[in-house]
């Protein structure tokens, strides 16, 4: 599925949407280049988890903790020089096994750590304000949330 949004407050929304659809141990992988809309999704899925700490671009923590209606694990892989090691080392894998919701940014740069059932969201700059975000779900848990995410967008 493939959706153009043509504003920060779009790709929010569009962020927020899926957040009420997701449940503990949900795994988003988030692929796409510098300034292409990865946190400001993020932030979207935080607010529909009604975590009241403002998620940003960590610069210095790879990785982050947020509470609200599920846990959030929010990833930043692109700093790290060898992010599969270094994720291990934090213990990712743990993670995995866990009742965290995880969506990590630069996602492609890990994809030897990725577990099989996934969704996949890459983002693409088309303009200035506009952004193709285009959802790939891996495993028939990804498929059925993708298909409820359709239905909720084309009820709004
Ligand atoms: N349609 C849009 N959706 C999302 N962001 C947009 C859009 N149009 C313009 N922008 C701007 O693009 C930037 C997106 O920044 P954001 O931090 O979300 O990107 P990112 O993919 O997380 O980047 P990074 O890889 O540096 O973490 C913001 O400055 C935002 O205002
Ligand atoms: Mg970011």
């Avoid at 407050?9 to 949900?26: C, Q």
């Avoid at 940014?105 to 285009?134: C, S």
Wanted: with cysteine; aromatic share 8%.
């Amino acid at each position: 599925m493939e959706v153009l949004s043509k504003s920060p407050l779009e790709t929010k929304e569009l962020g927020k949407a899926l957040g009420n659809l997701l449940n503990p141990g949900n795994i988003l992988a988030l692929i796409g280049d510098l300034g292409s809309g990865k946190t400001t999704f993020v932030q979207g899925i935080s607010q529909a988890l009604h975590i009241t700490i403002p998620v940003n671009s960590p610069s210095f923590l790879i990785i982050k903790e947020y509470k609200g209606k599920h846990r959030m694990l929010h990833i930043d892989v692109y700093r790290l020089k060898i992010p599969e090691r270094e994720l291990e080392n934090i213990g990712f894998e743990e993670y995995l096994n866990s009742d965290f919701i995880i969506v990590i940014e630069w996602a492609d740069k890990i994809r030897g750590l990725l577990p099989k059932e996934r969704m996949e969201i890459t983002f693409e700059h088309v303009d200035f304000n506009e952004r193709l975000i285009k959802f790939k779900p891996y495993g028939e848990k990804y498929e059925n949330l993708l298909l409820e995410l359709k239905k909720c967008l084309s009820l709004e």
